[in-house]
């Protein structure tokens, strides 16, 4: 390392026998990582596991993830004292003298909160998507514009914004879940596994009876309930939401498969996958809308 010449580092796992790609030396509040990029020689595998396999992805604020089978997949990323320890931590930092040695001791402690919460996030969005690619050939989520929803409603002086309290909740909340965290875990579990990802537009997903296809935005009686005005149709919102999810991305795909010349094979997939010492995750390449 610059000025500091060779340095030890705790290894996660051994090297042997790896091409090392890259080394990225980053720092988390009181602790600093070696992240480790390397060619492990792994190549994608042209089909899938279990070929016809398929399952949609709704994600949520209430639940990070349900899926169309009906499994609903949550976790809590911050304890709730780490919670209060972190607004303390926030509102001590904001007393400090700036440029001062509290203020510095105060700053650290506060990232290495932040950074528990962060990684835990990470490993959350990293098993779960790998437990989704492994058992499925083809995942489909929502596409997702996560930068713009999570746009501060402040305004301007000229044209001040409404509901700002009430947005920046939406916002914390959205970011909180990892939507895409998780969207980039999938992308790089799916290069290990063969599968799929496809991604569909999010309009009409949560209004949509999945049952009879009626679109009704009274049908979704409150955040968890989904009960369809047209039909008898009646289960949990997310659930639902990823049923239309599953059936928009199997048209697409569908539409794929017809559109393919006889005879032709798949195009090839991204070069050869490496592994890092901590996850890293690749972004996803939609398919084409139908």
Known sequence: MP????????????????????????????????????????????????????????????????????????????????????????????????????????????????????????????????????????????DLKITQMTKSAKGTIESPGRNVAAKSGLNRAILSKGWHQFALALASAARYTGTTVVKVPAAYTSQRCSACGHVDPKSRESQAVFRCTHCPHHEHADVNAAKNILAAGLAVTACEDQSRPAGRARSPKQEPAGNREELLLQPTTAAPAA
């Open 3 to 142: 000025k500091l010449g060779w340095v030890k580092f705790r290894a996660g796992r051994s090297l042997d026998g790896e091409t090392l790609r890259s080394a990225t030396l980053s720092r988390e509040g009181r602790h600093w990582f070696l992240s480790v990029l390397v060619d492990d020689g792994r190549q994608t595998p042209e089909t899938h596991a279990s070929p016809g396999s398929a399952v949609g992805v709704d994600r949520g604020v209430a639940v990070a993830v349900a899926t169309s089978g009906g499994e609903l997949i949550d976790s809590q990323f911050v304890a709730p004292g780490e919670r209060r320890r972190g607004i303390a931590l926030q509102r001590k930092l904001s007393r400090c003298a700036k440029r001062s040695t509290n203020r510095d001791k105060t700053r650290a402690a506060l990232a290495a909160v932040r950074a528990r919460e962060r990684r835990r996030r990470l490993d959350f969005a990293a098993q779960v998507a790998h437990r989704l690619a492994v058992a499925n050939a083809v995942v489909v989520l929502e």
